[in-house]
C-alpha cells in the first residue's frame, strides 16, 4: 500500500524524545519508505531524515540527523539518561547500510558523525557512572589529576568515521583551561 501522511504539532511526544514545532512526513511508495521530521528540541532546531528501500535486495537504509545550537545538557540527559555535558552544541550524524537484517545492516553501515561544543562543563562524574570508568580514566589522563568531577571546557570538537560497522575517531579535541 502507499501512505502519504504530513503531521505538524505544537508539541510531539515519542517513547523517545519530545520536541516541539514539529513538523513530521512520512511518505510509502510500494517498497520505498521516507520519514522526515523536522523541529525544535533542546533550545536549538534540528531533524532527521531516513529512507529505506525495499525494491532492491538486500534493503538500503540511509539516515541523516542534525541538531543545531542545543542546550547538550539536555541532548546527553534525554538519549543516554545522564547530563554529560553542560554546554551549547551541535551534533550530525549521517549514516548508510545494506542488509537482510539489522544485525547484517550495522555490520556494514558506514558514514559519519561530528559533534561541536562551545563553553561548558563536562561532567566526568555523572559521564563515569554512565561509561562505567572511562570518562574519569580519560580526563585525569589528560589533565593529570587524582579525581575529577567536573571539568570547565573551551570547547570540544569531534568526528568519527564508520566504516563496515566500525566507528574511529578522526579528530577528538577537548580545549579546557588546564589542558588541550
Known sequence: FDLDLDVRADKLTTEDLTVDKAKLGIKLDGRRLEADLQAQA???????HLTADASQSPLQYWQRTEILDADMRGVTDEWFGAALIDAPGR??????????????IMSNISGSASLVLGSGTARAGVAERAVRGLA??????????????????????????????????????LDTVRAT
Not at 140 to 163: F, R
Open 42 to 48: 533542546f533550545g536549538g532546531r534540528g531533524g532527521t
Open 91 to 104: 551534533f550530525r550524524y549521517e549514516i548508510s547500510g545494506a542488509g537482510t537484517s539489522v544485525a547484517d
Open 136 to 173: 574519569t580514566v580519560a580526563l585525569t589522563t589528560l589533565l593529570h589529576m587524582k579525581k575529577v568531577d567536573d571539568v570547565k571546557m573551551n570547547c570540544m570538537v569531534s568526528e568519527v568515521k564508520i566504516d563496515s560497522g566500525v566507528a574511529e575517531f578522526e579528530v577528538l579535541v
